[in-house]
């Protein structure tokens, strides 16, 4: 029987989310040459293929879709382990994936995060704010902070806050334009927002719930380019008040009358949620979250 070197494990678990040499290679604080080299080590000592190589990157063979969950199994038992043994004495390592919503991401947890990195220095934190191009489901992150709780799927989820969003307009295109009375003529004015084929959650589409069949004039995938184009007096923009309450020269539009109410969902894989070196994230999110909460839901000062 071959002798089977358990250790590569990683490295296969790193190829196999990261699809790149090198990507893996920057997650295992490695080179590209010895994330190749363990890869083919492992392959040697069971004797499949478990990659097929292209110019693209690397994808699972059927051997290597196999070994993925009994790998992931292992890789957390290893994590649980350290947690028993080193009960706290041991520095915690390695890297933690986060994906976040846009806004939660610039304009909230991403000064606070630091912070936390430099309580665990031999922690790795990767925080991506482009949500729509990671897949908790394949592994892509570790843990996610959501507009939305999974359809399927052994995951833990929780509620960690509401949040309100308002119509916004600069003080100079109010200035410009006609007065905004009442929720119809909010349909005589142009509209920010994302781009509609691109929106990847039910819970970004909102500007229905305003004005039926609304639709933006402007569009964008980002919501800070759209905070931008706001501020520039283009037209109307739907923003988290968190974010509208940042700047002097917005002002939230009739925001007892068209208020939107959404969630933020922490997002983890039910086998995760515990592992030594996710735990103190999801604390963290979770503590800082819900000191937010009346942020999160605060009324315009500046309102029309």
Not at 15 to 44: W, Y
Not at 76 to 104: F, N, T
Not at 202 to 218: A, R
Not at 245 to 253: G, S
Request: with cysteine.
């Amino acid at each position: 029987m071959r002798r089977f070197p358990w250790d590569d494990l990683q490295y296969f678990l790193a190829v196999a989310q990261e699809g790149k040499l090198s990507s893996a290679a920057r997650r295992l604080r490695t080179s590209h040459v010895t994330v190749a080299r363990r890869i083919e080590r492992l392959e040697q000592g069971i004797g499949a293929k478990l990659f097929q190589r292209s110019p693209k990157g690397y994808t699972l063979t059927p051997m290597g879709e196999r070994l993925m969950e009994p790998a992931q199994a292992m890789a957390l038992e290893a994590d649980k382990m350290l947690g028993v043994v080193g009960d706290g004495a041991l520095p915690l390592s390695g890297v933690i994936r986060l994906s976040v919503p846009e806004g939660y991401g610039n304009f909230f947890i991403a000064e606070k995060l630091p912070h936390f990195a430099s309580q665990y220095p031999n922690l790795t934190i990767e925080m991506i704010n482009i949500q729509q191009i990671v897949s908790l489901s394949r592994r892509e992150a570790d843990v996610s902070v959501s507009l939305n709780t999974p359809k399927a799927g052994s995951y833990h989820f929780e509620k960690i806050s509401s949040y309100i969003l308002y119509v916004y307009a600069s003080r100079d295109y109010l200035a410009r334009n006609r007065a905004i009375k009442q929720r119809e003529d909010l349909a005589g004015h142009p509209f920010i927002g994302y781009i509609e084929d691109m929106i990847f959650t039910p819970e970004l589409n909102y500007l229905g719930e305003i004005v039926p069949g609304l639709h933006p004039s402007y569009q964008t995938s980002s919501i800070f380019a759209q905070l931008k184009a706001c501020r520039a007096g283009y037209g109307l923009c739907v923003l988290p008040c968190f974010m509208g309450a940042m700047y002097d020269d917005l002002v939230a539009v009739l925001p007892k009358t068209v208020p939107i109410h959404r969630d933020y969902w922490l997002v983890c894989h039910n086998d995760m949620i515990d592992a030594t070196r996710i735990r103190p994230l999801v604390d963290f999110i979770r503590h800082e979250t819900s000191e937010a909460r009346e942020w999160f839901n605060s009324f315009p000062e500046q309102s029309v």
